[in-house]
């Protein structure tokens, strides 16, 4: 008996058919996402975009994807920088820490309270 024969090759077929589906409308939404975020289009642009993603799919997503994939990039890396900023500026002002070196914070805590 074949060792394959519990998992029949029109399950593997359906298998892999909804996984790049999937990684499809990830791609799909995040471009979309990406039109709308987008700093450098008008809304002209913008508005074109999505519309050519939305009524010819697959070949606005690939096309979208070759034309302006650096811009993409660029996208992310800008939002996760200033992610990162808000998170060192919240942390700064919620540990209060002004800015000195770790000497002169345990200097302040050493003082004796007048």
Do not use: C, N
Request: net charge positive; proline share 3%.
């Amino acid at each position: 008996m074949l060792a394959s024969s519990g998992y029949p090759l029109l399950d593997a077929f359906w298998t892999m058919l909804i996984f790049f589906l999937w990684m499809w409308f990830f791609l799909l939404f995040w471009i979309i996402f990406d039109i709308f975020r987008s700093d450098d289009l008008g809304g002209w642009g913008k508005a074109g975009w999505l519309i050519f993603v939305i009524i010819l799919p697959f070949l606005g997503v690939f096309v979208y994807a070759i034309a302006r994939g650096k811009q993409m990039t660029g996208h992310q890396l800008r939002a996760a920088q200033r992610q990162d900023q808000a998170m060192r500026q919240y942390i700064r002002e919620t540990t209060g820490a002004s800015g000195g070196s770790s000497a002169d914070e345990l200097a302040k805590l050493a003082r004796p309270i007048a």
